[in-house]
């Protein structure tokens, strides 16, 4: 009963803090607003996890609502990408270095705390991997949650500038108007893709196989429509309580604990990903606002309906964050057998958890 308490308290101050956002004319104001709401109710204690349906409906939707950004002219850019791939790779490299040498040389945190704390994203990936080492688990945990939370409320006033203030009035494009035929067969491919993504375990693979089913058919000019507000406002909102709920189980002491650890660790990552977003805009002519969603160390999802509600283009941003991901979740395991090794010649007796703080559930 205390569970359907929470989510419905949880929902409702998300559903408020948009409604405040929107009426501040703030940029993406229904993604913005219940993500500060829902950090809130997190940090105040409530169990503020969606039930896994309602995680997969707002993926998947929002997947759908992003694709209709593609267009037919972005085919021409497709040969720029693996170029952009391998300078977003050496700033992700850089960036964890620059991390792992605030955190291990001046904080003097643990080596396997300062490695897993340091990786951008991929958490689930990172936190399997930490699991097996003697890392702080709740420093990593709160390490890269309160980046993400950052890493939004830099970037939305950041595009809002780029794209122009006034780009984003409204977190919700109207709707195009369409055929029966045409909404049905938009959702019958996109839910065929997204199951399929999902069964292979591709990373956001609800959202992205959604994206890849709509990206296909608005690219090839086969569709030309765009969800409803009743759909896309909803799958917002929640979207926000997603990420709010990054930080649920944690205490605000162990949050205030970690907050500055965090806030330096945040602001290297923009150093190591913004030089190499600089090279890409420089070199390559990318634009920037499509390279500041690309290279940000931060959630899949959650960056590429920032692409789509700023008129980014999604299909580049998705790319770009699944090549990250999928280079992270294939150097964790070697990291974790490394660090086990190199712990296992240690001597016993080490305190690796002088702060306190401490992961979710410990």
Known sequence: MSRLRDLALTIAAALVGGV???ALGLPVAWLL?????ATAMSLAGLDTRLPEALKTFAFFVLGIQAGSGVSPEIASQIALWPLSFVIQLAGVLL????????????LKWDHASALFASLPGALSFVVAAASETKADMGRVVIIQSIRLLMLIAALVPLLGALEGGDVMGSSIRPSVDGSFGEYALMFA????????????????????????GSAVLHG????????PGFLALPSLVLLGVIVGARLNGISPKAFLQLLVPSLGCFALSLVGTGLAGL???????????????????????????????????????????????????????????????????????IDRKENGARAPGE
Do not use: W
Request: aromatic share 8%.
């Open 20 to 22: 405040v956002a929107d």
């Open 33 to 37: 607003g219940p993500v500060v709401a």
């Open 95 to 106: 960036a964890v270095m620059l991390c792992y040498a605030y955190l291990r040389r001046l």
């Open 189 to 212: 491919l996109c839910a065929v893709t997204a199951f399929l993504a999902a069964k292979l375990n591709v990373p956001g693979g609800m959202m992205l196989g959604a994206l890849i």
């Open 220 to 227: 090839a000019s086969v569709v030309s429509v765009s969800l």
């Open 279 to 349: 090279a890409a805009v420089v070199f390559v002519d990318l634009p920037a606002p499509n390279v500041a969603l690309a290279y940000a160390p931060g959630a899949l999802e959650a960056l590429t309906v920032l692409a789509f509600q700023f008129d980014i283009d999604p299909a580049y941003v998705a790319s770009h964050h699944v090549v990250r991901f999928f280079a992270i979740a294939m150097i964790v395991p070697f990291l974790a057998r490394r660090v086990s090794r190199r712990e296992a010649g240690e001597e016993p007796g």
